[in-house]
């Protein structure tokens, strides 16, 4: 799966599961607070961001803090029973009119069998072919469900788009009427 992205982004980012190869911490480097629960993923990440070993369920932020979220094939990640909670507090750490990028994969099945995606990423500063794999009894996940699960959280839809089991979503955290 080819993947195109671009530095389109201002002001502060908040990459949930940001370990590993930190292909949003490649782009937009020291602007970028990475977080993942696993910190051996974050030593993975050879750019200049901020690293910080966290559950995205239970995030150590203030409220409003960043004006960018982004989700890189980490809530495959996630245990289910936790996605509501995670997406809650992506809400929750997001200024009011900024954006949460969701780059994710439907699975239906990922046991006994391993579910195993390979991706071919462009970027203005690289390329980046990761494989990403789970093998778990409850990781079924879809695009569907992570719509209900925003827009039941007061997130507004501006943008989607879907090839193959990949998906896109790209959320708005609607201004706060006063």
């Not at 940001?18 to 629960?37: K, M, N």
């Not at 507090?89 to 780059?103: A, H, Q």
């Amino acid at each position: 799966m080819r993947i195109d992205m671009f530095r389109d982004m201002q002001g502060n980012i908040l990459d949930v599961g940001g370990g590993g190869e930190g292909i949003i911490s490649a782009l937009y480097r020291e602007r970028v607070t990475a977080i993942d629960i696993r910190k051996d993923e974050l030593d993975e990440v050879p750019y200049p961001s901020r690293k910080l070993v966290m559950d995205a369920s239970s995030m150590e932020f203030e409220e409003e803090s960043f004006d960018h979220v982004c989700s890189f094939y980490s809530m495959m990640f996630v245990s289910k029973k936790k996605h509501l909670k995670v997406l809650s507090e992506v809400f929750r750490v997001l200024k009011s009119g900024g954006s949460f990028y969701l780059w994710d994969v439907n699975i239906d099945r990922a046991y006994p069998e391993a579910f195993l995606v390979s991706l071919d990423v462009h970027t203005t500063v690289g390329n980046f072919t990761p494989t990403y794999g789970i093998i778990e009894e409850d990781a079924v996940q879809s695009a569907n469900l992570f719509k209900e699960f925003c827009r039941s959280l007061g997130f507004r839809l501006v943008e989607e788009s879907e090839q193959e089991e990949h998906f896109f979503q790209h959320w708005i955290k609607a201004p706060m009427n006063r």
